[in-house]
């Protein structure tokens, strides 16, 4: 017995995106603010695309204006060197510019040739002067271009060499036909205008920057919670939120890997599928939240079993995958068997002793399939087939694959016959033994299909029953027999009709106003509608049976106790039922001449019945000996071959209007029988 003990961490989801602080933020404020003018501890958020998008911005406009001023100063000014300069600089420096950067390739020697063209025009406006000294005033945008290009650390690169080249052509050239004829007043005072305006524009590039740098941590906060998030999605996409286990759509690839591993060791695996028993029933009693702790415990303990030489996944809610690696592709089935089927699963779960049965199913590569979906598939077929015999653990048998498509496709084909008509009702009569008379008729389901012929109810009605078909299947047999019952009526007054009801149908919500409606469409007597019951029904709900039964009996229904002796059998139950009849099952019947243990069975039986004031019918009569032998006994009713197979409706009143023509020529009961196997009663 194992006992759990679960321990539990909290993970934040933005902590692996937090960003550590910079030595500049734990520097006092003023020195702070100073080392950020600076660009010390700066970052490059930009990306590509937006420093591309920068430089497509500025140099389009640059060139166009640098062209346009280019003709204004050689044509209309005297200034033909700064228009060739500003010509010079827009083809030679900023069309490469653009270029590039539409390309989006070498972005660093796009910017590089956007400033060295500012230097070189801006340079040249400042020392030419150009229109009445104006081009000082043009120079005071390229601090702005230099920051917003190349950022703050590196704008104040540009911006210094700007100023030095400016400072020193100035004073260079001053005097000279080349320079214009500045005051001498002027140049300091444009110089420290030009450098304080470099503060400025470094000012307005750090209060873009820090708002930059706030939007980039929240869209790392946001992409770290959707990153978090989706990473979630994705793990339970592929992973059993509870177990952490992979789940079907994982677990194929990796199987898949598995096999292709084993195939070049030369090796083989077992492929198992693992149905948990009773877990709703468990997790009723223990809650949810224990539940869960028992499958991490169950995971845990298959794992341990496991080590390093298999797999585990979790591929629903009660079902596990193993998957076990072999040495060799050999092995042996009993023994294999037996291993799987002998794992032991009790758990103490937060005080509840909890024993979990399973029932397992195996597939073999090689063996069975080369694929992960062929060797789930079969393992999970073995399963359902070792669920239908009541075993622990089968192998995959390739006989499974008939019987597992004809299933379903029998249950394809007769969910449309029910649907399109194609069922029709036989009627096989049921006389008293004791005076020869037409008592009832049992109603009786088949099916002729249009391509395979007639399919018989040895077939279909266990898949019914097996399914959700069995409650409409039901449905239409009352309901067309207590139709042609009531017809029957006006030439066989007093001849009832029999139904058999499963388990699944006598539970069915909708049985008992469905026969209220019918017998009050129909008018005809209770008495004549007689429902077979088996006693199985006393196995799955023996309370709810009783109150159904009553509930029948109250509407004037008779009842019968169906293939007496082959179920539960419970006198105590017996005694109690209200049922009218007894019908014993024809195995006992068929052989009661020549067994003495049936002679005794069938003897002792029809001695109870009466005892409980029930009627006996015996079914499965074929031939005159037999009826004979139970008119001795003291059997009320029979049914079987010897009186007449199961005819279609018209067929059966053909019958009828024989059987009671011949009742009138010969009264004496079960005496003799003619050739076709009919009784002359």
Not at 16 to 27: F, S, V
């Amino acid at each position: 017995m194992r006992k759990l003990r679960t321990t539990h961490t909290a993970t934040t989801p933005n902590a692996k995106y937090a960003m550590p602080k910079t030595p500049e933020q734990h520097a006092p404020k003023p020195w702070r603010f100073v080392s950020s003018l600076l660009g010390q501890g700066s970052k490059e958020i930009l990306g590509q695309q937006e420093r591309r998008d920068n430089v497509l911005t500025i140099a389009p406009i640059g060139f166009v204006v640098a062209l346009l001023f280019s003709l204004f100063n050689t044509l209309l000014a005297p200034y033909p060197l700064l228009g060739a300069i500003e010509a010079a600089s827009a083809l030679l420096l900023l069309l490469p510019a653009i270029r590039l950067a539409r390309r989006g390739q070498h972005l660093r020697w796009a910017e590089n040739l956007l400033m060295l063209c500012g230097v070189v025009v801006f340079g040249a406006l400042v020392v030419v002067g150009g229109v009445g000294g104006t081009g000082l005033f043009w120079a005071y945008s390229f601090p702005f271009m230099a920051f917003f290009i190349k950022g703050q650390r590196k704008g104040w690169l540009w911006s210094g060499l700007f100023l030095l080249e400016v400072g020193v052509l100035l004073l260079a050239l001053r005097g000279t036909p080349l320079a214009y004829p500045y005051d001498p007043v002027q140049i300091p005072h444009y110089l420290s205008s030009l450098l304080f305006v470099s503060v400025i524009a470094a000012c307005f590039n750090l209060l873009r920057s820090r708002f930059q740098e706030k939007l980039h941590e929240g869209v790392l906060a946001n992409t770290a919670t959707a990153q978090h998030y989706l990473d979630q999605l994705q793990f339970l996409a592929l992973h059993d939120p509870v177990t952490k286990l992979p789940n079907r759509t994982r677990i194929l690839p990796l199987l898949q890997d598995e096999i292709r591993q084993a195939q070049s060791r030369h090796g083989g695996l077992l492929v198992i599928a693992m149905r948990l028993s009773r877990l709703p029933e468990i997790s009723n009693i223990i809650g949810s939240d224990a539940t869960n702790e028992l499958m991490q415990a169950i995971t845990g303990t298959l794992h341990q079993l496991l080590g390093e030489g298999g797999m585990l996944a979790r591929i629903a809610r009660e079902e596990l995958l193993v998957i076990f690696h072999m040495r060799k592709p050999q092995f042996d089935l009993e023994k294999t068997t037996q291993m799987v089927g002998s794992y032991n699963l009790d758990f103490e779960i937060r005080g509840f002793p909890v024993h979990i049965d399973y029932t397992a199913g195996i597939a073999v590569y090689p063996r069975h399939g080369a694929s992960a979906e062929e060797l789930l598939h079969k393992a999970e077929q073995s399963m359902l087939q070792a669920l239908q015999h009541g075993q622990s653990a089968t192998m995959y048998d390739a006989s499974q694959d008939e019987a597992f498509i004809r299933y379903h496709y029998r249950f394809g084909r007769l969910r449309d016959a029910m649907a399109q008509n194609q069922l029709t009702q036989h009627f096989q009569p049921l006389i008293n033994i004791r005076t020869g008379k037409l008592v009832a008729a049992e109603a009786l389901a088949r099916w002729f299909d249009p391509e395979e012929g007639f399919i018989s109810p040895l077939e279909f009605i266990p898949i019914a029953e097996s399914s959700g078909l069995i409650k409409p299947l039901t449905r239409w047999t009352i309901r067309e027999a207590l139709h042609q019952c009531a017809l029957w009526q006006t030439d066989f007054p007093g001849v009832a009709v029999s139904v058999n009801l499963s388990v699944r149908s006598l539970f069915d919500t909708e049985l008992l106003p469905m026969l209220r409606q019918l017998l009050q469409e129909t008018g005809i007597n209770p008495a004549l509608v007689r429902l077979e019951v088996t006693e199985s029904l006393m196995l799955s709900s023996p309370e709810k049976g009783m109150a159904i039964l009553h509930e029948i009996v109250a509407l004037g229904v008779r009842l019968a106790i169906d293939d007496y002796g082959t179920g539960f059998s419970s006198l105590g139950y017996l005694k109690h039922l209200p049922v009218q009849e007894l019908k014993i099952d024809q195995r006992f019947i068929s052989k009661l001449v020549d067994d003495r243990g049936n002679m005794a069975i069938v003897e002792s039986t029809i001695d109870l019945a009466h005892h409980l004031g029930l009627m006996v019918v015996a079914e499965g009569i074929e031939d005159q000996e037999t009826m004979q032998q139970l008119w001795l006994l003291g059997c009320d009713i029979g049914q079987g071959y010897y009186y007449s197979k199961p005819m279609p409706i018209d067929d059966y009143l053909s019958w009828c209007h024989h059987y009671q023509q011949q009742q009138l020529l010969g009264p004496l009961a079960g005496v003799d029988g003619d050739a076709d196997g009919t009784a002359m009663l």
